[in-house]
């Protein structure tokens, strides 16, 4: 379980102070898929790069397991597979397979661990007929899969992504949905924030809802039909922005 604790974090831009997360809370509970909106500026990145250790809260507190993430990063990064927007980290000059081979080294993985580890995820992802091939020629969909299996080598039991579809074609949207629900059945965390309202009403079972770097709403999807009455995410959304329904 995660726990974030009345976190803030500020940025000087240039002369001005930007609160980009203002006092937040809110637990990611184990197993359970997260989706993460808000407007552009809302914090998001943000409060994901505080998850996966790369950036310190100015205040508060963040916990894995009970445990502060900053304390021993090394161990938390271990757990974690993080992904951000179109940044696939892949190294065009290699194949699908060296990139992986790659990041499982970085891992501490043996080489008898990576290559089973690529075996399955080659197949769960339908890489195998071009696992030997430079990334270079890849397709936006091809990419996003090895970026996908590079997140996923060292077996992490928790997944941060940070808008995985944007800009993806329908193709490769499905390929990370596909992916979440398999993942998502093995019991394995997930966090990814998206535009598409659509995506969290199909994969997530809880919603985190943000506004300038404050939480809107943060519990179970059904628990927010329930009180509200309605079933449409892009409905509530608008509204609880809009209506100013902040609980902090
Ligand atoms: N490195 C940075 N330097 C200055 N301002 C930043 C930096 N990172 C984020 N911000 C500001 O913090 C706010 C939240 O940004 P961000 O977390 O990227 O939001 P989102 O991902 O929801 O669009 C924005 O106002 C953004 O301009
Ligand atoms: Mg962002």
Do not use: W
């Amino acid at each position: 379980m995660i726990v974030v604790d009345q976190v803030t974090k500020q940025f000087k831009d240039k002369k001005q102070v930007v609160k980009a997360i203002d006092y937040l809370s809110l637990t990611v509970k184990k197993g359970h898929v997260v989706g993460l909106i808000g407007e552009n500026g809302a914090g998001k990145t943000t409060l994901l790069r505080m998850l996966c250790t790369l950036i310190e809260p100015d205040e508060g507190n963040i916990t894995l397991d009970g445990e502060n993430i900053f304390e021993n990063k090394e161990k938390v990064r271990s757990r974690l597979g993080v992904l951000f927007g179109s940044e696939t980290g892949l190294y065009n000059r290699l194949t699908a397979r060296e990139n992986l081979e790659y990041f499982g080294t970085l891992y501490g993985m043996s080489s008898h661990d990576i290559k089973n580890q690529i075996e399955m995820l080659a197949k769960r992802f339908g890489m195998r007929k071009y696992l030997d091939r430079k990334v270079e020629g890849f397709s936006k969909g091809m990419r996003q899969k090895v970026a996908i299996a590079r997140t996923l080598i060292h077996n992490p039991d928790i997944v941060l992504f940070d808008e995985p579809t944007t800009g993806l074609d329908i193709t490769s949207s499905n390929i990370f949905r596909e992916f979440i629900y398999q993942y998502k059945s093995e019991g394995k965390t997930i966090v990814f924030s998206t535009h598409i309202m659509d995506e969290i009403a199909q994969l997530c079972e809880d919603v985190i809802m943000m506004h300038k770097g404050q939480i809107v709403y943060e519990g179970s999807l059904e628990d927010l039909y329930a009180q509200e009455n309605n079933r449409d995410l892009n409905y509530l959304f608008t509204s609880k922005v809009v209506r100013g329904d902040l609980y902090v």
